[in-house]
């Protein structure tokens, strides 16, 4: 099992930068592959980004790629997601999740494991 703990949300402009950690408990966080979801108000969660377990493949949903990155240090046991040229749009509640898979998944029905989530909000 492992939890997680996702941390740097917070208010920002819109064209601004924020990075998104996402600390996870164990000793095998290199076993998961991970992703970032998002949920804002009166929505359904969806998909951001995801991570393999070596952090060698990535995949991005349309609406955020060039614009965010997703990373991964495994002695840290930590995954992160860089977000820049930020707009309204993007604001909602973030979460990583964590399956126990090589290559992982875009559907959120996937994933084992999720954080508490953190809030970003992009002003315009």
């Known amino acids: 099992q492992v939890q997680l703990v996702e941390s740097g949300g917070g208010l920002v402009q819109a064209g601004g930068s924020l990075r998104l950690s996402c600390a996870a408990s164990g000793r095998t966080f290199s076993t998961y592959a991970m992703a970032w979801f998002r949920q804002a108000p009166g929505k359904e969660r969806e998909f951001v980004a995801a991570?393999?377990?070596?952090?060698?493949?990535?995949y991005y949903a349309d609406s955020v790629k060039g614009r965010f990155t997703i990373s991964r240090d495994n002695a840290k046991n930590t995954v992160y997601l860089q977000m820049n040229s930020l707009k309204p749009e993007d604001t909602a509640v973030y979460y990583c999740?964590?399956?126990?898979?090589?290559?992982?998944?875009?559907?959120?029905?996937?994933?084992?494991?999720w954080g508490q989530g953190t809030q970003v909000t992009v002003s315009s």
């Open positions: 991570i393999s377990r070596s952090g060698y493949t990535t």
């Open positions: 999740a964590a399956q126990s898979v090589v290559v992982p998944t875009i559907s959120n029905y996937d994933y084992d494991y």
